[in-house]
Antibody, heavy 118, light 107 residues
Framework: EVQLVESGGGLVQPGGSLRLSCAAS????????MFWVRQAPGRGLEFVSG????????YYADSVKGRFTISRDDSRNTFYLQMGSLRVEDMAVYYC???????????WGQGTLVTVSA | EIVLTQSPATLSLSPGERATLSCRAS??????LAWYQQKPGQAPRLLIY???NRATGIPARFSGSGSGTDFTLTISSLEPEDFAVYYC?????????FGQGTKVEIK
């Protein structure tokens, strides 16, 4: 059974940092492009960051460029989102998701909540 | 960047009725369009990819159609568990964009 499990969310002050992790199981992780998608309270879905299967291609939303870094460790079947200089507008549920077919997402984690507040 | 506009924003229907959800792209998205369902407190679930292909385990009452700039998700007969928010998503340049969502609520 394919599973994606996020961890690392929590309460952080503006300007602070957090590292999110997404642990994958039930499939061979290394060939897949993986993404972080977030959803602010009462809002829609927004792509945050993605990383290709070999790690050579990455994507960042304009709103997080220079502040967030995505990485992966295929030996641990895990990928990460290092978030820095956090802002109130980064507050959201962060989902990890597996990409298929170059664009759609067939499996999602349950989400981890990031709260940015003083 | 392709902008996806979903309509209506809210659809109020009764169980057993047919739901027709629209997703319009600002430029051609070919057939690289997906639909997701999201219930409160849950992650999105893939329903349709390639505009018309049902994902694994998705009931036949869900169908997708369209190409280019106009796409439709149809739920032939609403079940109680179908009341949720539905998002379309396309790939123009990686990773694409999401529509703003259509909420299907119980009338």
């Amino acid at each position: 059974e394919v599973q994606l499990v996020e961890s690392g969310g929590g309460l952080v002050q503006p300007g602070g940092s957090l590292r999110l992790s997404c642990a994958a199981s039930g499939f061979t992780f290394s060939p897949y492009t993986m993404f972080w998608v977030r959803q602010a309270p009462g809002r829609g879905l927004e792509f945050v960051s993605g990383i290709s299967s070999n790690g050579r291609a990455t994507y960042y939303a304009d709103s997080v460029k220079g502040r967030f870094t995505i990485s992966r460790d295929d030996s641990r079947n895990t990928f990460y989102l290092q978030m820095g200089s956090l802002r109130v507008e980064d507050m959201a549920v962060y989902y990890c998701a597996r990409e298929r077919g170059g664009y759609y997402f067939d499996f999602w984690g349950q989400g981890t909540l990031v709260t940015v507040s003083a | 960047e392709i902008v996806l506009t979903q309509s209506p924003a809210t659809l109020s229907l009764s169980p057993g009725e047919r739901a027709t959800l629209s997703c319009r792209a600002s430029q051609s998205a070919s057939s690289s369009l997906a639909w997701y369902q999201q219930k409160p407190g849950q992650a999105p679930r893939l329903l349709i990819y390639g505009a018309s292909n049902r994902a694994t385990g998705i009931p036949a009452r869900f169908s997708g159609s369209g190409s280019g700039t106009d796409f439709t998700l149809t739920i032939s007969s609403l079940e109680p568990e179908d009341f949720a928010v539905y998002y379309c998503q396309q790939r123009s340049n990686w990773p694409g964009t999401f529509g703003q969502g259509t909420k299907v609520e119980i009338k």
